[in-house]
């Protein structure tokens, strides 16, 4: 069974940072390329970072600059540093584990991340 679970989410001023933590349990983490997922109410969740196995790194447009994804794969751990966050910013974030060979898709509970102006 494979677990994702968050943590690091909260409320902080604009122009304030958070850093957001993502554990996994039960996956092949070091084959898997991990993302960090948002979504706003009525909005569509959309991909705002993603590190792939190799360490390849690609970003939403939007954070680019200001937010930073990294991961340890002996610690089956993935991090998502987010600075000089703007209200845009606010939704809940989901930790995403993928991979096509073998084929996986997991997803964690989400983590509200409220920026106030």
């Known amino acids: 069974q494979v677990q994702l679970v968050e943590s690091g989410g909260g409320l902080v001023q604009a122009g304030g940072s958070l850093r957001l933590t993502c554990a996994a349990a039960?996956?092949?983490?070091?084959?898997?390329?991990m993302g960090w997922y948002r979504q706003a109410p009525g909005k569509q969740r959309e991909l705002v970072a993603a590190?792939?196995?190799?360490?390849?790194?690609n970003y939403l447009d939007s954070v680019k600059g200001r937010f930073t994804i990294s991961r340890d794969n002996a610690k089956n751990t993935v991090w998502l540093q987010m600075n000089s966050l703007k209200p845009e910013d606010t939704a809940v974030y989901y930790c995403?584990?993928?991979?096509?060979?073998?084929?996986?898709?997991?997803w964690g509970q989400g983590t509200q991340v409220t920026v106030s102006s």
């Open positions: 590190i792939a196995s190799g360490g390849s790194t």
């Open positions: 995403n584990a993928y991979s096509s060979r073998p084929y996986y898709n997991y």
């Open positions: 039960g996956t092949i983490f070091s084959i898997s390329t």
